[in-house]
């Protein structure tokens, strides 16, 4: 079955532990994307990566960081979470860049508490 | 920076009912992407716009692309309690995506 898949689907942790939210896609798309989603903000890009290696800050890059060393996967690293990274997140990809923009298909999301 | 308005932020409608959600872009998009997501889901995409004043069908959804390519309409007609959600537009620029804020629909059985 075509699909994103994200782990943890949900995690509380507390400011300054380090951590990783996983991202994979098994429909060999090369763009691949993080949004945070907060109430009355919509989504907003985190960054993005059109394909392995290459990858670009999104509106709200600050306090993350991302790799692409494959092109299936896609992690999200919060380095030093504080607790205005609390949020819903949710890893997308597509089949190619946004230039010949193709639909966008969503992960389950993964809900983040920093206390 | 880039913005994308969205309104209205809520709607309730009886069954039965028309609904539109319009977009606005501070800047030209070079298209238009639309979105659903049921309370508790993920985004689900719906259709996308990419030419001038293109209109486009799935049903009873009607989905506008304005002729500066920087406003976007969804209208549903007749509503039903399965079209409740959230719609998101999505407007890509560069390659970044901008999407809305959203209109949360609730339709009253």
């Known amino acids: 079955e075509a699909q994103v898949t994200q782990n943890p689907r949900y995690l509380i942790t507390v400011t300054g532990k380090k951590l990783t939210v996983t991202c994979s896609q098994n429909?060999?798309?090369?763009?691949m994307s993080w949004y945070r989603q907060d109430p009355g903000l919509g989504l907003r890009q985190i960054y993005y990566?059109?394909?392995?290696?290459?990858?670009d800050k999104g509106d709200v890059p600050e306090g993350y960081k991302v790799s692409r060393k494959e092109k299936r996967n896609f992690p999200l690293i919060l380095e030093s979470p504080s607790p205005n990274q609390t949020s819903l997140y949710f890893c997308a990809s597509s089949l190619r860049g946004l230039a010949n923009s193709n639909e966008q298909f969503f992960g389950p999301g993964t809900r983040l508490t920093v206390l | 920076g880039q913005q994308v308005m969205q309104i209205p932020q809520y709607q309730h409608v009886q069954e039965g009912e028309d609904f539109t959600t319009y977009c606005n872009s501070s800047t030209t998009l070079s298209n238009i992407q639309w979105y659903k997501q049921r309370p508790g889901g993920h985004p689900v995409f719906l259709i996308q716009l990419v030419k001038s004043g293109e209109v486009k069908k799935q049903k009873r959804l009607t989905f506008q692309f304005g002729e500066a390519k920087k406003n976007s309409s969804l209208h549903i007609t007749a509503t039903q309690t399965t079209d409740v959600g959230t719609y998101f537009c999505a407007g890509s620029a560069g390659n970044q995506f901008y999407f809305g804020t959203g209109t949360s629909l609730t339709v009253i059985p």
């Open positions: 429909m060999n798309h090369e763009y």
């Open positions: 990566s059109m394909n392995v290696e290459v990858t």
